[in-house]
């Protein structure tokens, strides 16, 4: 599947190609071909659409939350990449996973791991990228809105 710009994705493969030349380590992203590449920025955007951005769409029925009345924030591009280049390892990583779903050890014979206390928010499940969450969080709708 390509991309479309506001239909599949928030940004374009040649946004992410800019955005991966100038980011240290950046190897795994830049060996990727680029079929690899889209589905990754696909799949990143499709995550990240799924938060409640504030401000509102510019038409009422369009697939993703932007574009919105205001700009398209860098913040938002970035956290794209993030997430992508995230999806590469952490997704197929056995302790992430472990740790997504509480679990806070594991015992196989004489060996253990232990992954500490810390619980993932409902936000941090949402994205692998801590720095792709971090980007958003400003971008997020905070609270409820209640029927006056």
Not at 14 to 29: H, T
Not at 89 to 104: A, E, G, L, R
Request: hydrophobic content about 30%.
């Amino acid at each position: 599947m390509a991309i479309e710009l506001y239909k599949n994705s928030f940004i374009t493969l040649e946004d992410a190609q800019n955005y991966f030349d100038e980011r240290y380590d950046s190897e795994e992203w830049l060996n990727l071909d680029e079929k690899n590449q889209e589905k990754l920025l696909i799949t990143a955007s499709k995550k990240i659409n799924s938060f409640d951005f504030i401000g509102s769409p510019l038409e009422e029925n369009q697939p993703m939350a932007f574009p919105r009345n205001f700009d398209m924030p860098q913040d938002i591009k970035d956290a794209v990449c993030e997430e992508a280049i995230c999806l590469i390892n952490k997704s197929q990583n056995v302790h992430y996973k472990n740790q997504q779903d509480n679990i806070t050890s594991i015992s196989l014979g004489a060996g253990s791991v232990s992954y500490g206390t810390s619980s993932f928010s409902e936000e941090s499940k949402q994205l692998i990228s801590s720095t792709a969450l971090y980007l958003i969080k400003k971008w997020i709708k905070k609270g409820y809105n209640t029927p006056s």
